[in-house]
């Protein structure tokens, strides 16, 4: 007994969890909300970059709104120089980074609701910043870095927090609803800056940033009103008020055998877990994540290798490429006269086709998806890197090849969209035992905005016109990524559909990545760690050994 619980289970591997119902999806769908943070915020730089306000603002070139032309320069110059954009960028992806390993860390102490919603604060103060900037670098790059420590937060948590809440038979598809936000936020993003570039004011970029104190608003109200993670309640040894967390979350009464069965398992694994991982001191917390050997399949350090390599590798699939630098790459083409609305259609894109991954990724699984997707991006991103370097110059000035360029980068996007983009982060909330989930959660999307950074700081210097200038050819670069993307899905990531996070574990233990697509759990923690009563043992007999 813990805290006037009694903690049994059951040996039966189909009972240790409650079915799905309706409160589950509500609950999953609102934490899902935080990915509108990550988008948006992606979205609305890369628009800002190129509006005529704000590139007189940080230049000093003025701009004749009438002729819709630059005064003085040409239009091919009218740009921030590489260096400037890159900072901009790059910044708030390093605040990030700081940001996702402090959640990680602080959702251990406080628990995963209060430090979503401390996030949501944090990000506050970042966009106060920013629009009280008119020409102050310093002030907009600190308010950029402010607001990225509480995205990372945010990103971190979110995840953390959905996958330990989310029923084992539809995880997938509700943590793919987080990056289906992503997707929806930046097309806000787009839209907003799309209405707000002409404007020969400071409403142009101040607008585009004023509109995030609106999510920060929604999710730090609704995380209010919705439980904290029963997981963290197992975590700190309160017992009961992880029981009564779980049934709020599976819609069922506390004295429920589904609630007990489920929260028995929960329990025994932990302390499965803490047999191997023990818990000694703050800095012991950390190094636990790295101990073990990477051999093994359900090592720490392999783990962490997964999480983190899995967000490296989705990172260098190119897609921030895209929404980042989507309209200067696109001006640089030439034959386009609205990169703006191009850049439009590439988001909307990105939102039609992730919903298609709440089908998929529970019908063929973690692992089809990420090769598949792979395996398409790598046709599609050489398709445009061929064209672009052949018919898609600008000294060829042929439409009809840029169209087919855009095209392709469009189906590139799909199949990021349905693969890559929510499968990453599913892998990544399933892949850690409870001891040490806050913690590889934080580090995996410290990976994501770390490479997201490398990403944001090197793309002006490859595609800047007075740099690297390498154009269409940068699509080269990211397919021959995407060619280790594929490798590192085949060899290292394991099938966990369908399982419960406990049973995940269990995989993990027992047999290779190759080989998990297959695998069924034999038996509970609960029974392992004998949770289970006399009569629960029975459930898993035949009838002859009863007799």
């Known amino acids: 007994m813990a805290e006037g619980v009694v903690v049994t289970g059951t040996a039966d591997v189909g009972r240790v969890e409650a079915p799905v119902t309706f409160k589950a999806y509500l609950i999953c769908a609102f934490a899902a909300f935080g990915g509108i ?70 959702a251990d102490f406080i628990g995963r609701r209060p430090t979503i919603i401390s996030g949501c604060f944090v990000f506050t103060v970042g966009c106060i910043l920013q629009i009280s900037s008119t020409n102050q670098e310093v002030l907009f790059v600190f308010g950029r870095l402010i607001a990225g420590a509480g995205v990372g937060f945010i990103s971190a948590v979110v995840i953390l927090y959905m996958s330990e809440i989310a029923p084992k038979k539809v995880r997938g598809a509700m943590v793919s609803g987080y990056q289906f936000c992503i997707t929806i936020g ?31 608003i929604i999710l730090a109200t609704g995380l209010f009103i919705l439980p904290e993670s029963p997981r963290y309640y ?48 703050y800095v012991g917390s950390w190094t636990a994540c790295f101990k073990g050997s990477l051999s093994h399949g359900n090592s720490s350090l392999r783990r962490t290798l997964l999480g983190a390599g899995l967000q490296c590798m989705q990172q260098c699939t190119g897609i921030n490429f895209i929404f980042y630098f989507g309209p200067p790459f696109l001006k640089q083409l030439g034959t386009i006269s609205n990169p703006f609305l191009i850049s439009l ?63 392709f980068i469009c189906i590139n996007i799909a199949f990021f969209a349905t693969t890559w983009g929510p499968t990453a982060w599913v892998v990544v909330g399933e892949a850690f035992p409870l001891p040490i989930r806050s913690r590889g959660v934080g580090i995996s999307t410290a990976s994501n905005w770390f490479w997201n950074t490398i ?50 574990d269990m995989c993990m233990q027992e047999v290779s990545p190759r080989h998990s697509a297959h695998w069924k759990p034999s038996h509970t923690f609960a029974a392992e760690m004998h949770h289970v009563d006399d009569n629960k043992n029975l459930v898993n007999d035949t009838v002859e050994e009863k007799v």
């Open 186 to 216: 930046i097309l806000l993003a787009n839209c907003v800056v799309y209405a707000t570039q002409s404007r020969p004011d400071t409403g142009s970029y101040r607008i585009p940033i004023g509109v995030q104190f609106l999510w920060a």
């Open 455 to 504: 990403i944001a700081v090197i793309t002006p210097y490859l595609v800047g016109e007075h740099e690297a200038n390498l154009g269409a050819k940068v699509f080269f670069l990211w397919g021959s990524l995407c060619c280790l993307s594929l490798a590192f899905a085949y060899f290292l990531v394991p099938e966990l559909k369908g399982l419960s996070l406990e049973q995940a």
């Open 37 to 106: 943070f990550f988008g948006y915020d992606t979205g609305w730089m890369g628009g800002v970059l190129a509006m005529p306000y704000f590139i007189t603002l940080y230049t000093g070139v003025p701009y004749d709104y009438n002729a819709a032309a630059p005064i003085g320069v040409s239009k091919d110059d009218f740009v921030l120089p590489s260096s400037t954009q890159s900072l901009f960028t790059s910044i708030l992806s390093c605040g990030t980074f700081f940001g996702a390993l402090i959640g990680g860390d602080i």
């Open 234 to 281: 197992v975590k700190k040894g309160r017992i009961e008020e992880a029981a009564k967390a779980l049934a709020f979350v599976r819609g069922q009464p506390l004295e429920s055998d589904y609630v007990k069965d489920e929260l028995a398992e929960i329990v025994a694994n932990n302390e499965y877990e803490l047999q191997h991982i023990p818990q000694t001191s």
């Open 345 to 407: 259609v590439t988001t909307l894109v990105n939102v039609l086709s992730t919903p298609i991954s709440f089908y998929t990724i529970e019908k063929f699984g973690r692992r089809a998806l990420l090769i598949t997707g792979a395996s398409g991006m790598i046709v599609s991103q050489f398709i445009v890197g061929a064209v672009g370097v052949t018919q898609g110059t600008v000294a060829a000035n042929n439409s009809a090849a840029v169209s087919a360029m855009v095209a």
